[in-house]
């Protein structure tokens, strides 16, 4: 094909593309992330950072937007609001639905090495509080996260009761979840510890993605989140 039947080609298409509405469905949408891809380097490589966002991340929301038509109960709730009535739905709603909200607070916690700030005085001290010190809650989160059989994420939460705690859940469940065997409160800090997430750089060495990943951490953003509960 000719250079000028080509663009000729894209250019219809463009047109097109315009002239239709947009889908009915496409009711969730994926976050960019709020960094550049290579941003997190050396911790976590851009080539893991765009597959893992574009790719996974995209699909999570592309998969439960194609739920909405057989769910049309999910338009009427916000995505957090969802995860807390995740048992009244689909198998494929929990697993997408769980996904989209796991990876958009993923992104947010994460931030250039050195532009995390600390931990606010008062998180702090609820740190202090449940785990004695800071280092005690990393070395019990580490060993959750390394633990943690198979594909799944490890969590900061802040329990119904006021207290800090380290959980764990498969899949893309999450802390948020009205289901049973999970312990719920609200997330402040969730590592995704699936190998996508650093099989790359790490392969096997989920441990060394761990320690490594502290660096990343935007404590600006958890600050917030334990303000907020
Ligand atoms: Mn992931």
Known sequence: MARSQLLSLLASLVLLLGWCPLPAWAD????????????????????TMSIHHDRHHGAYVANLNAQIAANPGLTELSLEALQGQIADFPVAV???GGGHWNHSQFWTVMGPVGQGGKPSTQLLK????????????QTEFNKTAAGHFGSGW?????KPDGTLAITSTANQDNPLMNLEGIE???PLLGLDVWEHAY????????????????DLVNW??????FAAV
């Open 184 to 186: 719920r409160g609200t």
């Open 199 to 214: 099989y790359l750089k790490y392969q096997n060495r989920r441990p060394d993605y761990i320690a490594a990943w502290w």
């Open 220 to 225: 600006n953003e958890v600050n917030r989140r």
């Open 28 to 47: 969730f949408a994926l976050p960019p992330l709020p960094y550049a891809s290579e941003a997190l380097e050396p911790v976590i490589d851009a080539t």
């Open 126 to 137: 609820a740190i202090n509080a449940s785990f004695g010190s800071l280092e005690s809650l």
């Open 94 to 96: 929990r697993n997408n």
């Open 154 to 158: 490890a969590w900061l939460i802040r």
